[in-house]
């Protein structure tokens, strides 16, 4: 996880640059280590630089976790409403927007639920973590609906109740993947996604083949 010391040309770099550079090591430490076990003096050993290299672009160590938790929250990066994703049916839109949450949301294996998590039980970033999760309960139930309209999902399924469960397994998934790789959200996770939704949600149907 570290990287050598003494980067070349380093204060020569964009400082955006820089910032992203030290927000990756950062991000490797707190899922390696944890969010409270990660000190300031780990985050600039594996970004190759000193202490005070870390604190001319941060103020803290909360700091650092909280615009990480902002840019995994962007809701652009996820691309829900591109093209290729909109024209899907509804059924295999909502594959889709699972996809793009694990492969988003996923670093190395590592998930950023726990991160979430960790975040809020100190009282950090509680409103937009969760105007996230409301945001994807929204996306889910509309296009839910609309593929219960084509006879695609049961019917008789409560929109909002389905969405909020399937996020709810989604993330457990993840968390499980980060503390095992027997249970790996890439393998594992997709297969249990899939039985989920053959045997809960699709209706037997020619086109619900995911």
């Not at 990480?68 to 927007?97: D, M, Q, T």
């Not at 991160?115 to 937009?128: D, Q, R, S, V």
Request: glycine content about 6%.
């Amino acid at each position: 996880m570290k990287v050598a010391k003494g980067k070349p040309g380093w204060k020569k770099m964009p400082e955006e640059v820089r910032k992203e550079s030290i927000l990756q090591a950062a991000m490797l430490c707190f899922f390696s280590k944890g969010f409270e076990r990660t000190s300031v003096q780990d985050i600039a050993d594996a970004a190759g630089l000193t202490k005070g290299g870390i604190y001319f672009h941060f103020e803290s160590k909360e700091e650092i976790r909280d615009t990480l938790i902002r840019n995994f929250l962007s809701w652009e990066r996820f691309g829900f409403e591109e093209p290729e994703v909109v024209k899907l049916p509804a059924h295999l839109r909502l594959v889709e927007y699972l996809e793009r949450l694990a492969n988003r949301l996923a670093v190395e294996g590592n998930c950023s639920p726990r991160l979430f998590a960790e975040a809020t039980a100190c009282g950090a970033m509680e409103k937009e973590i969760l105007e996230f999760y409301d945001s994807l309960e929204k996306l889910f139930s509309k296009t839910i609906k609309e593929a219960q309209k084509t006879g695609i999902i049961k019917a008789d399924l409560s929109p909002e109740l389905t969405a909020r469960t399937l996020i709810a397994l989604f993330d457990g998934l993840q968390i499980q993947s980060d503390i095992s790789n027997q249970r790996a959200l890439q393998t594992m996770g997709r297969q249990v996604l899939k039985g989920f939704f053959k045997s809960m949600l699709f209706l037997p149907h020619d086109n619900c083949e995911i």
